[in-house]
């Protein structure tokens, strides 16, 4: 097999949004799926907690998991009920904003939802090739952080361009032994505070000699709340999953998708609050700084140092494991998110459909990434928190308005407000991560406005339905070869077609006797890519009149010129005018407008979809 051969092996029409799962599993195994990149945050979330707030770290943590359980969780009931089918937020807020408007929100929300799974992958191995490089055990030669996440990148695209096919079993397995391994050094961190009182004692005070009282501790917290946003990630891929979960109809889908958020989101919010305190209480300030030993790894140094370096050994290598599965997770979303909206908006190149093309497009995003960061955990916070926040906001902008006729958009509306606030002010605290964004968005928007351009001449056409009248017309045609003149749709009478028939036939020396069909397309979403034709007809007097409605007017031709074709055996012919005006600007009116110079674009696009110029229908201007 031939490199391009292999590459583009599973070239294919990717799955609609209605799409089916090719499997399903219990509740509690998908929520592991999404656990690999919820749960892992535990790895690098309390040292950038520590670093971002310092020893207000616990109160701002608890404003986190107060905007997790009551904020972010109902936001996210609503979506799983509008979207079952696992279409996301981006998918409900296309549908709120129709024709372009909805298209143009799509590619900037997918350029931040890129932001957000590019720096899961990119944080995860930065996170576990520290957790390597920092363990007692690792050899010298292999200390270099960069060089350790670089090979685990490398890892992650390897076994997805040899084939990633069943996760959930691993990822429960994972996911089992990682908060297993949590959950006991937790326990051992908490005994330890239990039995030194000093040590809450120290803390308390501390915190009242810096900031004076609770309401102010409050008030700094929750301006700092929004630098532990990493916290609130995995939500919209636990909706994103929903078609993987087992259930008789889509009500009871949509009951067990809640039940695995409140679950993630409820085991998450006790880690938070336990981990938060915990390594504020025992680990040196000094230690998490840039270069210290508790560096992204919090709980790691804690395992070394109070259960031993066996142990610390063993919990390493879980972290290791699920941080580089989390990529693995964050792979799998960019596979599933890019096919599910760009080639169904034409807005995707051809190789996009095949998943080996992206993965080494994703990998080499991945190392750039990496290498600009340089590895570094804490300066890609700001640029993941952003992607994450910004899906969270629109998700909960999103309801707010699908909820809008109801009561309860006044608590949606508040929500809003708070992920609007928590956004921008991480946006301003952290511009890197607004930039990084840009950048995805920019290349996005840019790839999917040629890839339209490109693929405008293609059939676009996905079937084409004709009502009774419509084949009466057809069939009333005693030479089999259908002629059709192109005309707006507009309202004429009976005189006024003669007139325009008689002209006709005139220009295209057509005798009296020839059968011709005057055919109306009526222009409906250009935004739209692809749609089926349905085909009315309708008599005039003696004048045959067929009908449609069409995203683009000169696709519609082509289609339908082909399907008579097949239909009568016969090579059709279609009839036009030349249309007024700069080409340019007909180049516009046809990508974005569906209008344009419609004989040449249907001509270009019969002439793509049939190769042979014998069977390829005829193309008449005047």
């Given at each position: 097999m031939s490199f391009g051969n292999w590459l583009l092996a599973d070239l294919r029409l990717p799955k609609g949004i209605q799409g089916k799962s090719e499997g399903e599993h219990t509740w509690w195994r998908v929520m592991c799926l999404t656990g690999v990149d919820y749960f892992s945050t535990l790895g690098y979330q309390p040292g950038i907690a520590f670093l971002a707030a310092g020893a207000l770290s616990p109160v701002a943590t608890l404003i986190l998991v107060a905007v997790t359980l009551f904020a972010a969780l109902p936001v996210y009931h609503r979506v799983a009920e509008a979207s079952p089918n696992g279409q996301g937020s981006i998918a409900m807020l296309e549908h709120l904003f129709p024709q372009w408007k909805g298209k143009v929100l799509v590619l900037i929300l997918l350029g931040f939802a890129t932001t957000d799974f590019v720096i899961t992958m990119t944080l995860s191995a930065a996170d576990a090739a520290a957790h390597f490089t920092h363990n007692p055990f690792t050899p010298p030669w292999m200390s270099s952080q960069m060089a350790v996440t670089l090979i685990l990148l490398s890892i992650v695209g390897a076994i997805f361009l040899k084939g990633f096919k069943e996760v959930i079993n691993v990822a429960v397995f994972l996911v089992g032994i990682y908060l297993l391994l949590s959950g006991v050094i937790t326990s051992v961190a908490l005994l330890h505070v239990v039995e030194h009182p000093h040590l809450f004692v120290t803390w308390k005070l501390a915190l009242y000699s810096s900031h004076?009282?609770?309401?102010?501790?409050?008030?700094?917290?929750?301006?700092?709340?929004?630098?532990?946003?990493?916290?609130?990630?995995?939500?919209?891929?636990?909706?994103?999953?929903?078609?993987?979960?087992?259930?008789?109809?889509?009500?009871?889908?949509?009951?067990?998708?809640?039940k695995l958020l409140n679950t993630a989101a409820i085991i998450m919010s006790v880690f938070l609050i336990a981990t938060s305190v915990t390594t504020t209480l025992l680990?040196?300030?000094?230690?998490?700084?840039?270069?210290?030993?508790?560096?992204?790894?919090?709980?790691?140094?804690?395992?070394?140092?109070?259960?031993?370096?066996?142990?610390?050994?063993?919990?390493?290598?879980?972290?290791?494991?699920?941080?580089?599965?989390?990529?693995?997770?964050?792979?799998?979303?960019?596979?599933?998110?890019?096919?599910?909206?760009?080639?169904?908006?034409?807005?995707?190149?051809?190789?996009?459909?095949?998943?080996?093309?992206?993965?080494?497009?994703?990998?080499?995003?991945?190392?750039?990434?990496?290498?600009?960061?340089?590895?570094?955990?804490?300066?890609?916070?700001?640029?993941?928190?952003?992607?994450?926040?910004?899906?969270?906001?629109?998700?909960?902008?999103?309801?707010?308005?699908?909820?809008?006729?109801?009561?309860?958009?006044?608590?949606?509306?508040?929500?809003?407000?708070?992920?609007?606030?928590?956004?921008?002010?991480?946006?301003?605290?952290?511009?890197?991560?607004?930039?990084?964004?840009?950048?995805?968005?920019?290349?996005?928007?840019?790839?999917?406005?040629?890839?339209?351009?490109?693929?405008?001449?293609?059939l676009r056409i996905s079937g084409i339905q004709m009502d009774s009248k419509a084949l009466e017309l057809l069939e009333d045609d005693d030479d089999r070869v259908i002629r059709l003149v192109a005309r707006r749709p507009r309202s004429e009478s009976e005189a006024e077609l003669d007139v325009i028939d008689s002209m006709v036939r005139s220009y295209h020396s057509l005798s009296a006797e020839e059968c011709i069909c005057f055919f109306e397309v009526e222009r409906d979403d250009a935004s739209d890519f692809e749609k089926n034709l349905l085909v009315t007809g309708e008599r005039v007097g003696k004048h045959r009149i067929l009908r449609a409605k069409s995203p683009v007017v000169a696709n519609a031709f082509a289609a339908l010129?082909?399907?008579?074709?097949?239909?009568?055996?016969?090579?059709?012919?279609?009839?036009?005018?030349?249309?007024?005006?700069?080409?340019?600007?007909?180049?516009?009116?046809?990508?974005?407008?569906?209008?344009?110079?419609?004989?040449?674009?249907?001509?270009?696009?019969?002439?793509?979809?049939?190769?042979?110029?014998?069977?390829?229908?005829?193309?008449?201007?005047?």
């Open positions: 004076g009282s609770l309401p102010a501790m409050i008030g700094i917290s929750l301006i700092l709340f929004p630098k532990l946003a990493l916290g609130l990630s995995g939500f919209e891929t636990g909706v994103a999953v929903m078609p993987l979960i087992k259930s008789v109809d889509l009500a009871e889908r949509v009951r067990n998708t809640r680990i040196p300030p000094a230690a998490f700084q840039e270069g210290g030993v508790a560096n992204g790894r919090a709980l790691s140094y804690l395992a070394h140092q109070y259960l031993g370096n066996v142990f610390g050994s063993i919990y390493d290598v879980s972290t290791i494991l699920i941080l580089a599965f989390a990529g693995a997770s964050a792979m799998a979303g960019l596979l599933n998110l890019i096919p599910r909206f760009l080639p169904r908006l034409g807005m995707a190149p051809e190789w996009a459909r095949a998943s080996r093309p992206l993965v080494l497009v994703f990998m080499a995003v991945t190392f750039t990434v990496t290498y600009l960061f340089h590895a570094d955990v804490d300066a890609q916070g700001g640029a993941y928190a952003t992607g994450v926040l910004v899906l969270i906001t629109s998700a909960a902008v999103a309801v707010t308005i699908y909820l809008w006729n109801r009561q309860l958009r006044w608590v949606y509306l508040l929500i809003s407000l708070i992920f609007i606030y928590t956004t921008v002010l991480n946006i301003f605290e952290r511009p890197e991560g607004i930039k990084i964004a840009s950048f995805f968005i920019i290349a996005i928007v840019v790839t999917s406005l040629i890839s339209r351009a490109l693929r405008s001449t293609e010129l082909i399907d008579l074709e097949e239909r009568t055996g016969e090579v059709p012919h279609a009839y036009f005018k030349w249309h007024e005006g700069n080409p340019i600007t007909n180049l516009f009116a046809f990508l974005f407008f569906g209008e344009g110079d419609a004989a040449p674009l249907a001509h270009e696009v019969l002439r793509r979809a049939i190769k042979d110029p014998e069977r390829r229908p005829v193309v008449h201007v005047s």
